[in-house]
């Protein structure tokens, strides 16, 4: 029972982003049904051999997007069986042959969850997959742009505007060249903070509950 909670956690993720993401349906749905649309196949080349333009949505590659779906919702009300995951993996890679944008900014994270289904213990597979997700978004932060971004998404921040304008840029600015503003010493440290953060704490999701 506890191994169907798993699985059914893990399904419900990735068809939650699949039809809505954080932006709704008009964003993770209605783009992809609509023929003529743009899209991203991930081979092109082998794309192009049963429609003309690989880059434009048609109605085979609509198809297999809906079949996607189709098997998403029907592992939602039925048992998910090592058979229904075959199918549910097959699709998911048949949908990202032609549309790469599946593996996107939002649902990226869900899609990869889709790897817990290789491991007979589906909690091992999320823990080995999230400590792998979590590690690996550190990693990619552990770059000089990142004090930028820190400094950029504060700024556009509800607490910014909260703030006095002078406040938060002298907290998160370096005034000393005026001619070019740079991330000040704070936000430097809360870009490594949270590299740090995001490679350390998932190691205690390999750790046995209790």
Request: charged share 10%; proline share 7%.
């Amino acid at each position: 029972l506890q191994e169907q909670y798993i699985r059914n956690f893990v399904v419900y993720n990735v068809l939650f982003v699949t039809v809505w993401s954080l932006q709704g349906p008009e964003v993770a749905f209605l783009p992809r049904v609509t023929p003529g649309a743009l899209t991203s196949p991930l081979l092109p080349g082998l794309v192009g051999l049963v429609q003309k333009t690989p880059g434009k949505r048609s109605v085979l590659s609509i198809a297999t997007y809906l079949a996607y779906v189709a098997a998403l919702t029907w592992a939602m009300v039925f048992p998910i069986t090592d058979q229904l995951v075959q199918v549910l993996c097959g699709m998911c890679a048949l949908a990202l042959v032609f549309d790469v944008g599946l593996m996107g900014f939002t649902s990226c994270d869900s899609v990869v969850m889709m790897f817990c289904f290789l491991f007979r213990d589906p909690i091992w597979g999320c823990q080995v997959v999230l400590l792998m997700m979590w590690v690996g978004n550190g990693l990619g932060k552990a770059t000089p742009a990142w004090k930028w971004v820190i400094s950029g998404i504060f700024k556009h921040s509800l607490l910014a505007s909260c703030l006095p304008h002078r406040m938060w840029k002298w907290c998160f600015l370096d005034f000393s060249n005026s001619d070019k503003p740079t991330p000040s010493l704070f936000s430097r440290f809360l870009a490594w903070q949270g590299v740090g953060l995001e490679i350390i704490f998932p190691i205690f999701c390999m750790f046995p509950s209790g």
